[in-house]
């Protein structure tokens, strides 16, 4: 049998100690919901297992004009928490559609970012809001803007010496809201999402970002879809060519869940519908 | 766009087979309590045959329910059953119930005999008592022809158990002037209606209300009934919407490996409405004039969902299951072809 050492730190510090001993031979567990499921296939071997339910990383307050989430936070108090449902509903929306009650109550939000599915729930929603990501490793912290956190299916700048401390989110005006499309209504993995944000001066748009999820490499940000928003009046023909827009900047592929093909077709009317709904046309 | 649509599907589904043999044993043990076990093989998965050859048991011996006690815990042990399928338990079964029964009826009268001094032809069993034809005084209650057969008390001890075994009549394979042959047990006959709401841009179906008859012959049990009806739902929806094993047949690369990519349908994917009925009309083959129906409730949502899609788009979706992906490439074709 494999050895595996496995440690329970109670403080950051200790953890990411932990981390800067065993490298890259180290995996980092949280809920488990990803982690124990490439265990159980083999798909990673690691021989140190660092968990982090011991650090108290499962809050979310309000810091300076941020939301500041704790990377702990489970899925489920996202879903409960009146901050979030306050200042950051599409978060909650994003919580809802995410795997299954039992799922929601081990996962967290930082293990989503850290598993960096093209399809993580929670991504697109933190994207909309520009949101930054707090690393913190034995040599202090350094911070990485949402946009710059994915580099591929499963692969981020995190480095195996860092974990993710906190997401800070900026309280960025307009409306936002998250769609997603998959085999069945619940406890599925999306054949394609997307969340967008629009601040509107009566019907001209001031600011937008359209996020799409399943659609590419990573997590994408569309932003020359974004950039036809901004200054116009937004009607359905711009709404409509716009949403065209977003999906050309997309790379989708086949696979199990759908075909490339089918997820251009629905990715385009998930966000014309997504677009209409926060212009309100 | 969502369009809205409304199908219906017939269903005629044979329960039981015939001619190729289908037994089913059964055996009913008096205890000295004057409680019964009755000891059947066929499987009980959750459709409830443990729970409603019980109810043939009590009824057959007059008993109370709470009387009879029922196990297939392990069928090894059991006396056998062909098997549960082919919606035969219901159709079957009751009749290896019965005849175990009037086997046990007959011990009875016949250890009785000698306490009761008198010859078991002259002795009557009902409700759970048996007595001498025209002295009802003169009786014993099963409590008490159970502790006499195990304790003694006037006969030797004895082990009183009735069995039963049944299959339908063998028959000719056919008629060799007409080719007419009797190829099923009994049929069971369904009808249900679905409406739709179809997503055009998306391809999405949402089975908006469903509604399942089926006519059964006796429902032994009613609430088994409705949730055999609604059960069938289950693997009936999966099958028109999600459950694909080769989503682009015929290449095999994205066949699903896990139940998270074959979609079976949840909670969330019934439809907001449910309804259902029962009609019964006695079938002369079966004990009380039960049949079974089951597995038919599995087959009137695929057609009915199929033709409730065809009333919302105009498209008759050749293919299970309709995936999103299906109905837009059959929009598109459709568009194509003006």
Redesign the interface.
């Known amino acids: 049998m494999r050895e595996v050492s496995y440690f329970a730190p109670t403080e950051v510090g200790e953890a990411v100690k932990l981390l800067a001993q065993h490298g890259e031979k180290a995996a980092v567990l949280a809920g488990g919901t990803d982690l124990v499921a490439q265990l159980n296939y083999y798909e990673i071997k690691p021989s140190a297992l660092v968990y982090l339910g011991g650090l108290d990383l499962d809050y979310v307050r309000e810091e300076g004009g941020k939301l500041v989430i704790g990377a702990g936070t489970t899925i489920a108090h996202l879903l409960t928490d009146d901050l979030i449902a306050q200042k950051f509903s599409v978060l909650a929306e994003a919580a809802a559609t995410h795997g299954s009650p039992a799922i929601r109550t081990k996962a967290t939000i930082g293990g989503n970012l850290g598993t960096a599915s093209p399809a993580g729930d929670m991504i697109p929603a933190l994207m909309v809001m520009d949101a930054d990501l707090v690393l913190a490793s034995s040599k202090g912290q350094r911070t990485v803007p949402i946009q710059e956190f994915f580099t591929g299916p499963g692969e981020t700048v995190r480095t195996a010496e860092e974990l993710i401390l906190e997401i800070h989110v900026p309280l960025l005006k307009g409306k936002a809201v998250f769609k997603k499309l998959g085999r069945r209504k619940a406890q599925v993995c999306s054949i394609v999402s997307t969340a967008v944000r629009l601040e509107m001066d009566g019907g001209v748009c001031k600011d937008a970002r359209i996020v799409l999820g399943s659609m590419a490499p990573t997590p994408l940000r569309c932003s020359k879809a974004e950039a036809m928003l901004k200054g116009k009046a937004v009607d359905a023909a711009l709404v409509a060519e716009c949403a065209a827009q977003a999906v050309a900047e997309s790379t989708p592929i086949d696979d199990q869940r759908a075909t490339a093909w089918y997820r251009a077709k629905a990715g385009t009317a998930l966000v014309a519908r997504a677009l209409a709904e926060v212009a309100g046309i | 766009m969502k369009k809205k649509g409304v199908g219906m599907a017939c269903v005629l589904h044979p329960t039981g087979n015939k001619g190729a043999g289908d037994p089913s044993n059964a055996a009913i043990q008096l205890k000295p309590d004057g409680t019964l076990v009755l000891l059947v093989g066929a499987v009980d998965l959750g459709q409830g045959s443990t729970t409603i050859l019980r109810q043939f048991a009590a009824d057959l011996m007059e008993v109370p329910i709470e009387h009879v006690f029922a196990s297939n815990f392990a069928d090894d042990f059991a006396p056998l059953s062909l098997g549960s399928f082919a919606s035969r338990v219901t159709l079957i079964d009751p009749h290896a119930v019965e005849n175990a029964a009037e086997d046990l009826k007959k011990k009875i009268r016949e250890y009785a005999s000698d306490l009761l001094e008198a010859h078991p032809d002259d002795l009557e069993y009902k409700e759970g008592k048996v007595f001498v034809k025209g002295a009802p005084d003169r009786s014993m209650t099963l409590a008490e022809v159970g502790g006499a057969s195990m304790f003694g008390g006037g006969a030797d001890p004895a082990l009183l158990v009735g069995t039963g075994a049944w299959q339908p009549a063998r028959f000719h394979p056919h008629d060799p002037e007409t080719g007419a042959m009797p190829a099923v047990g009994a049929i069971s006959f369904g009808a249900c209606v679905a409406e739709v709401e179809v997503?055009t841009?998306?391809?999405?179906v949402d089975v908006t209300k469903l509604t399942q008859v089926w006519e059964v012959g006796k429902a032994v049990n009613p609430l088994l009934v409705r949730q055999q009806i609604n059960g069938g739902l289950h693997p009936g929806l999966g099958t028109t919407l999600?459950e694909n094993s080769y989503?682009?047949y015929p290449n095999p690369d994205?066949?699903?490996?896990n139940f998270?990519?074959y979609?079976?349908?949840?909670?969330?994917?019934y439809p907001e409405e449910t309804l259902w009925g029962i009609e019964e009309v006695p079938h002369p083959a079966g004990v009380k004039g039960a049949k079974g129906f089951s597995e038919g409730s599995t087959n009137g949502p695929p057609p009915a969902i199929m033709a409730a899609i065809h009333d919302a788009i105009g498209i008759w979706i050749d293919e299970y299951p309709a995936?999103?992906?299906v109905i837009?490439r059959a929009l598109e074709a459709k568009e194509a072809s003006g």
């Open positions: 997503d841009e998306t391809g999405m999600t989503p682009y994205w066949a699903p490996e998270s990519d979609a079976l349908p949840t909670f969330l994917d995936t999103p992906e837009l």
